[in-house]
Nanobody, 125 residues
Framework: QVLLVESGGGLAQAGGSLTLSCAAS????????MGWFRQAPGKEREFVAA????????YYRDPVKARFTISRDKAKNTVYLQMNSLKPEDTAVYYC??????????????????WGQGTQVTVSS
């Protein structure tokens, strides 16, 4: 059973930084895509970034591409989301997700089979 546990959320000021972590366990993730999604109050869940575990290829939502960086540490089985230059509109619950198969693409939440419990990120202006 795949288990994803996020951490690192919290309160930040606009312009500040936070790093989210997602500890993954339960299987080998060699061929997996690991993604970060977020959901703000009253809004639908949206794609933020994804990374292929083996190749390290990354994918980003355009508005965050210049500010966020996704990475993974294979030895620690952990995926990170480094968030810089935070804006109030980045406020959301951030979810880590994993999938071993893609149909629509790494940006599609429908393709992900496993989800973490989420971690709150609040950015004050």
């Amino acid at each position: 059973q795949v288990l994803l546990v996020e951490s690192g959320g919290g309160l930040a000021q606009a312009g500040g930084s936070l790093t989210l972590s997602c500890a993954a366990s339960g299987r080998t993730f060699t061929s997996y895509f690991m993604g970060w999604f977020r959901q703000a109050p009253g809004k639908e869940r949206e794609f933020v970034a994804a990374i292929h575990w083996s190749t390290g290829n990354t994918y980003y939502r355009d508005p965050v591409k210049a500010r966020f960086t996704i990475s993974r540490d294979k030895a620690k089985n952990t995926v990170y989301l480094q968030m810089n230059s935070l804006k109030p509109e980045d406020t959301a619950v951030y979810y880590c997700a994993a999938t071993g198969r893609l149909r629509l693409g790494p940006q599609s939440s429908e393709d992900y089979d496993y989800w973490g419990q989420g971690t709150q990120v609040t950015v004050s202006s």
